[in-house]
């Protein structure tokens, strides 16, 4: 019943920004924490950043800091990812995940803690 779609991937250049957009259908973003995965061929999945519920707390990976931001738009029941200078080692399908729980920073970049997934959007850095 749940619903959860990723949006705004493409092909940019080294520099360029993109961003991406979680929306979600059949239930309320702002009783899920939300998490940005990303995973490149033949490497792991890896956690790139998190907005928490209630709060709105944030994390992000060392090597997003400064370039990436999170944030939600509850009125819009969605949840953004900006990316900004971007980088040809951030080529990856971003993946959006949602969990109804509060996440600390422990944990937030475990996708395993993450029960909803999106189906993934490619991101392209090409030099």
């Known amino acids: 019943q749940l619903q959860f779609v990723e949006s705004g991937g493409g092909l940019v250049q080294p520099g360029g920004s993109l961003r991406l957009s979680c929306a979600a259908s059949?239930?309320?973003?702002?009783?899920?924490?939300i998490g940005w995965f990303r995973q490149a061929p033949g490497k792991e999945r890896e956690g790139v950043s998190c907005?928490?519920?209630?709060?709105?707390?944030?994390y992000y990976a060392d090597s997003v800091k400064g370039r990436f931001t999170i944030s939600r738009d509850a009125a819009k029941n969605r949840v953004y990812l900006q990316m900004n200078n971007l980088k040809p080692e951030d080529t990856a399908v971003y993946y959006c995940?949602?969990?109804?729980?509060?996440?600390?920073?422990?944990?937030?970049?475990?996708?395993?803690?993450?029960?909803?997934w999106g189906q993934g959007t490619q991101v392209t850095v090409s030099s």
């Open positions: 995940a949602a969990v109804a729980k509060y996440l600390y920073g422990s944990f937030w970049y475990n996708s395993y803690e993450y029960n909803y």
């Open positions: 907005i928490n519920r209630s709060d709105d707390s944030t």
């Open positions: 059949g239930f309320t973003l702002a009783y899920y924490s």
